[in-house]
């Protein structure tokens, strides 16, 4: 049972335009989410978050979007960047600072000069 | 800062064997989990360590143990080794359970693990 999903395995986008990569869930017991990036030969990294009370967190580039009734948040990143090609991971969990994460399977970003 | 650390990078072992993974904490942090990457997924949460006690665990069998050490730093443990246990291992570390403020889990570069 896949309860957070990345439905785009792939994602390939030109420097300087918009990346939006997408995720849904299915638990509605999730109150926290989290996008991570990885890079090859490294762990996860942790980019920008958006606790449920929220419908939107920006952090220079990047900005979560959160939409409760659908279950489904975005991350956009603008304007993409080449060193912003990684894989990034969806994670979603019942309370902020939860140590039990619940991942997406990735969606791998590629930016093309 | 230190960052969290990860031994060995990579580890060959046979079906059957046992296997001990090592996870150094960053610093300031007191609480460690573990997770397992099999290829093409994402990390699936095995376990949680707070103040030397498993606060949480994942759906994996018991073969699969580990340890907090006063220091912070962590083991994961796999006996009877099979070959699906193949995958990348990542440890995480925060500073806390709960909170407002508390950060969110910071990964080591993780231990790859072949089982053959």
């Known amino acids: 049972d896949q309860q957070v999903k990345q439905n785009s395995p792939s994602l390939s986008v030109q420097e300087g335009r918009i990346s939006i990569l997408n995720c849904d869930y299915t638990n509605s017991m999730f109150d926290y989410f989290l996008w991570y990036k990885k890079y090859p030969a490294e762990g996860p990294t942790f980019l920008i978050s958006i606790s449920s009370i929220k419908d939107k967190n920006e952090d220079g580039r990047f900005t979560v979007f959160l939409n409760k009734s659908a279950k489904h948040l975005s991350l956009h990143i603008v304007p993409s960047q080449p060193g912003d090609s990684a894989v990034y991971f969806c994670?979603?969990?019942?309370?902020?600072?939860?140590?039990?994460?619940?991942f997406g399977q990735g969606t791998r970003l590629t930016i093309n000069p | 800062e230190t960052g969290v650390t990860q031994s060995p990078t990579h580890l060959i072992k046979t079906r059957g064997q046992q296997v001990t993974l090592r996870c150094s904490s960053q610093?300031?942090?007191?609480?460690v989990s573990w997770y397992q990457q099999a290829l093409g997924q994402g990390p699936q949460f095995i376990f949680q360590y707070y103040r030397e006690e498993e606060n949480g665990r994942g759906n994996f069998p018991p073969r699969f143990s580990g340890l907090q050490f006063p220091n912070y730093s962590s083991e994961l443990n796999v006996n009877a080794l099979e070959l699906d246990d193949s995958a990348l291992y990542l440890c995480?570390?925060?500073?806390?359970?709960?909170?407002?403020?508390?950060?969110?889990?910071?990964f080591g570069n993780g231990t790859r693990l072949t089982v053959t």
């Open positions: 610093s300031g942090h007191n609480t």
């Open positions: 995480a570390s925060s500073s806390g359970l709960s909170g407002a403020g508390v950060s969110p889990l910071h």
């Open positions: 994670a979603a969990s019942a309370k902020q600072g939860a140590q039990k994460l619940v």
